[in-house]
């Protein structure tokens, strides 16, 4: 089976410090990686998100930024925080469509268990 | 973006069914409906989707109306473990399922 595996769970980084979130996916190869972001009481917005390797999209322009080394290794990074990056950080992958497609309708997201910065 | 409605609280009562609705009028013929749950201070949990037909799994079941315009998550024997806020979601947008648009949800207190 699937799983998705996130750390570090907690963090307190100060401002100006850089930061580095990193995310595995076991059991599924060519995945779809996501980075979101849920403040206190909020929903989840999307950070990036990528389709291989190499490959990243940013839905947000911010001071954080993101990478995929290898297939299934997502990384979010940022050289320095601001206090406004405090959060719920979640880590998430789906499967990719048939036929080369990179999303199908019917795919399901699955999350990480998340890791929460706070930034001092 | 198709739109969601959901109740902001309910309580049910531990043992029996949780029903949960949605309201999704402005969904289009071929978006899904999918059922997350997220537990304070964990990732959210996939539960349940749907195109028409309804469905069940160990989880829930998820009850579709006939146009399509609402549905119902049933949680048939609510435990205190249920106690979550339940998202549904009607919508991604974009071709990689990018957006996949987490609204408030409801929040589900299951009571001793």
Redesign the interface.
């Known amino acids: 089976s699937q799983t998705i595996h996130?750390w570090p769970a907690t963090l307190v980084q100060p401002v100006g410090s850089p930061l580095s979130l990193e995310c595995t996916v076991e059991g599924t190869s060519n995945p779809?990686l996501?980075w979101y972001r849920q403040a206190a009481g909020r929903?989840?917005q999307?950070l990036f998100?990528s389709?291989g390797i190499g490959q990243i999209?940013s839905?947000v322009p911010q001071n954080l930024s993101a990478s995929r080394p290898q297939d299934r290794q997502f990384i979010l990074s940022s050289k320095k925080l601001l206090l406004s990056d405090s959060g719920?950080y979640?880590c998430?992958w789906?499967t990719r469509g048939d036929r080369g497609q990179?999303?199908r309708?019917?795919?399901?997201?699955?999350?990480?268990?998340?890791s929460?910065l706070t930034v001092v | 973006d198709a739109k969601t409605t959901q109740p902001t609280s309910m309580d049910c009562a531990e043992g029996r069914a949780a029903n949960l609705p949605c309201n999704h009028s402005t969904i289009s013929g071929n978006e899904y409906v999918y059922w997350y749950r997220q537990i304070h201070s964990q990732g959210p949990q996939y539960i349940i989707h749907g195109l028409k037909n309804n469905e069940t799994n160990e989880m829930a079941s998820l009850i579709i109306t006939e146009d399509r315009k609402s549905s119902t998550l049933i949680l048939p024997h609510a435990t205190l473990r249920d106690t979550a806020v339940y998202y549904c979601i009607v919508r991604v947008v974009g071709n990689y399922g990018q957006n996949f648009v987490f609204g408030p949800g409801t929040r589900l207190s299951v009571l001793p």
């Open positions: 996130q779809n996501y929903g989840l999307l998100y389709v999209s839905e719920f979640l998430a789906s990179v999303w309708k019917s795919n399901t997201i699955y999350f990480g268990e998340g929460w």
